[in-house]
């Protein structure tokens, strides 16, 4: 993970063929993870690192993230 400007960018190994989606917590306490308006799912076209931005990751105090992969 690193900042870009005001993104977060977070780095996974991502699956040919597979569907990922960032998802984030403002809060650990939270209960739910949430969908980041304007962040679309990736799928790679071939397995290998693979990168998903927050574009306003950065301006939050604090954040918590996870990469998930889609069914």
Same mark, same amino acid.
Request: charged share 20%.
């Given at each position: 993970?690193?900042?870009?400007?005001? %993104?977060?960018?977070?780095?996974?190994?991502? %699956?040919?063929?597979?569907?990922?989606?960032?998802?984030?917590?403002? %809060?650990?306490?939270?209960?739910?993870?949430?969908?980041?308006?304007?962040?679309?799912?990736?799928?790679?076209?071939?397995?290998?690192?693979?990168?998903?931005?927050?574009?306003?990751?950065?301006?939050?105090?604090?954040?918590?993230?996870?990469?998930?992969?889609?069914?």
């Amino acid at each position: 993970m690193r900042c870009s400007g005001n %993104a977060i960018v977070v780095r996974f190994e991502g %699956a040919a063929g597979k569907t990922f989606r960032l998802e984030r917590k403002l %809060a650990l306490t939270a209960l739910e993870w949430e969908f980041i308006p304007g962040v679309a799912g990736v799928t790679p076209a071939t397995s290998g690192p693979t990168e998903i931005s927050d574009p306003n990751g950065g301006v939050a105090a604090a954040a918590f993230y996870r990469v998930r992969l889609l069914p």
